[in-house]
């Protein structure tokens, strides 16, 4: 399925097959799990994608060929391929170990080739292996809902001012969040999820996969929160989170876009709260996360989709009549 321009359905194609460079790997797609992201591609809200596209950046697939120089994975080997696909190594940031802020970056389904398809190439330093347990429908989400999740979680949680985070607030209860809230039930933190006014079925979701109390993002939770993620990519949310937080509490951005901020008082940041994103992932980021994913298994709630009904599950992601995660499956 091809973007030819942002704003356009994508239309069904035969390409041709492609080729694995230097380095890349051939994968036979199995599933692709559709992220709000994708969404930004294909609706113009991140600028200059690689078109004609294919978008998609939560596959998994099995290895079929191996370029020159690749060697990680053996043919036949399960693999996932997440959003960041490349980085140069040279850069600043790469020289720091903040290569999710690489200058001259690629990514999956934005800038490379990505997973609506039957085949597609990877570089196989960005590829990561799948904990058994998982099959590719349920294993797609892991490489994106999970692994952006899970590095906003990370970075929510080791937050140093007024001691441990137990109360995390998770606005948007979409495919990050519910698996986000069984890591963090799991780690013996109690979750709040806010959801859109009036969405009973996202809030007894929330309440089914951990969450001791659900409401609207409009609500005051209950408690002081310790920290909160926003999912939701609605500007709005960041004043609601911050003065649901504590003093020194965090309020994390975890999406690659979101709506303009409105203006709020000094006093909703002051006493030390934070407000901060996160940008892309890392390779540590995604083994972590995998490498949890082993050791608690996740309930990863999925609709699935037939490739060439790519068009339909983005309309699902926009409108939210998704629990879950919609995957693509060839």
């Not at 599933?31 to 596959?59: K, N, Y």
């Amino acid at each position: 399925m091809v973007l030819e321009a942002p704003g356009r359905p994508l239309r069904p194609a035969e390409l041709a097959r492609p080729e694995p460079g230097s380095g890349e790997v051939l994968l036979q797609v199995e599933a692709c799990a559709v992220c709000r992201t994708d969404l930004h591609v294909v609706d113009g809200e991140l600028p200059h994608p690689a078109v004609p596209l294919v978008p998609g950046h939560e596959i998994v697939g099995r290895v079929i060929e191996c370029g020159d120089s690749a060697h990680r994975f053996a043919i036949g080997t399960r693999v996932g391929v997440p959003w960041l696909g490349w980085t140069c190594g040279s850069c600043r940031f790469c020289r720091a170990a903040a290569e999710n802020l690489c200058e001259r970056a690629g990514f999956t389904g934005y800038t490379r080739p990505g997973g609506y398809a039957e085949l597609t190439v990877a570089d196989e330093r960005f590829c990561f292996r799948l904990p058994d347990g998982y099959d590719a429908l349920h294993a797609a989400p892991l490489l994106c809902a999970g692994l952006i999740g899970h590095r906003a979680y990370r970075v929510a949680t080791e937050h140093p001012f007024g001691g441990d985070v137990v109360r995390l607030g998770l606005y948007g209860f979409g495919a990050a969040a519910h698996l986000l809230a069984q890591v963090a039930a799991a780690d013996g933190r109690r979750v709040l999820a806010f959801t859109r006014k009036g969405d009973g079925p996202a809030q007894a979701h929330a309440r089914a996969l951990g969450a001791e109390w659900a409401g609207s993002s409009d609500q005051a939770p209950p408690e002081a929160l310790d920290a909160a993620i926003i999912f939701a990519p609605v500007g709005a949310l960041v004043p609601a989170a911050l003065r649901a937080v504590r003093p020194g509490g965090v309020v994390v951005c975890a999406g690659i876009h979101m709506t303009d901020i409105p203006s709020f008082p000094y006093a909703a940041l002051w006493q030390e709260r934070v407000v901060r994103s996160v940008a892309n992932l890392t390779r540590e980021d995604g083994e972590l996360f995998l490498e949890q994913a082993a050791r608690v298994p996740l309930r990863v709630d999925v609709t699935r989709y037939a490739l060439a009904a790519a068009n339909e599950a983005l309309a699902a992601v926009r409108h939210g009549s998704i629990q879950g995660a919609a995957v693509l499956v060839p």
